[in-house]
């Protein structure tokens, strides 16, 4: 039961990272790289405040999401001068940078050594201890997320963001100013993204730069490829696919030897047919 809780709360917060990833690529068209930076500040934020200063893990959730935002708007300023291709190649690239920044910056995030010991919520002298009450104040924040995304999605906002993905140019003629939509929904998507970070870190009790690597983007752009762009329940399933298949796949009964590589061929050769047969994911709307 605590292996299918553990699968639960990861489940929770890749969905978060999907949901937050899916406003920038499935719904404004901007093919982003470079989530998994977002998704460490947050957790990085939330390690430091938490095991140096010894804050309150909702108050750490919330300088996050600032702290985060205020990155991506930096971040965010400077894709603003990139178009299609060179927005993905110029995002990979501060994802790198990032990446970097938490390997070799010692001082404050100890660099490969990780920083261990991150104490788990509490909230009125209530502590959430047990994994299924972590489940619980995870999946708050997923519905949170999820009803957040809806309403920006269902408004006169969302539907400009869905317009520039549709044709800017278009859009442009009317007067819109398209860079400061994407520009806020980049932003806004760094701070959902902040939240998973901050559940990831606490959860986990330690975190190290290996977990936000541009592999971690790319697995994170996997989700709402599986599931469908611009499909808040797509994102959903991604991340249900995608967090269970690799352990389904463990009870397959692959020579020991080989089992490792054989469920990573297995997993890669599912997604190439799924491309080849429904390219706009198992819900979406469209294409990538």
Request: proline content about 2%.
């Amino acid at each position: 039961m605590e292996y299918l809780v553990h699968l639960g709360i990861l489940i929770t917060i890749y969905a978060i990272l999907a949901i937050s990833l899916d406003l920038v690529v499935g719904y404004t068209g901007l093919l982003s790289v470079t989530h998994a930076a977002f998704f460490g500040v947050g957790a990085y934020t939330t390690a430091i405040l938490a095991t140096s200063f010894e804050v309150n893990f909702f108050f750490t959730v919330l300088v996050s999401i600032a702290l985060t935002a205020l990155v991506g708007l930096l971040i965010g300023l400077v894709l603003s001068r990139f178009n299609d291709d060179y927005f993905a190649l110029a995002s990979f690239g501060f994802n790198v940078i990032v990446y970097s920044i938490f390997l070799n910056w010692q001082s404050l995030t100890r660099g490969p050594l990780g920083i261990p010991g991150i104490d788990k919520p509490s909230l009125f002298g209530f502590h959430f201890n047990s994994n299924s009450e972590f489940l619980l104040l995870s999946l708050v924040f997923l519905v949170a997320i999820y009803y957040t995304s809806h309403f920006i999605t269902s408004s006169s906002f969302g539907r400009v963001i869905r317009a520039i993905r549709d044709d800017e140019e278009a859009l442009q003629v009317f007067g819109y100013r398209t860079t400061y939509f994407k520009l806020t929904v980049f932003v806004i998507g760094a701070g959902m993204a902040a939240v998973a970070g901050s559940l990831f870190a606490s959860y986990i009790t330690f975190i190290d730069p290996s977990s936000f690597t541009l592999f971690e983007s790319v697995f994170i752009l996997s989700i709402i490829i599986l599931g469908g762009l611009s499909n808040h329940r797509g994102a959903l399933l991604g991340a249900v696919i995608l967090i269970l298949l690799p352990e389904i796949l463990r009870f397959v009964g692959f020579p020991t030897d080989i089992a490792a590589q054989m469920r990573q061929v297995v997993y890669g050769l599912l997604l190439v047919v799924l491309m080849l047969y429904r390219p706009q994911g198992l819900l979406g709307r469209y294409r990538l």
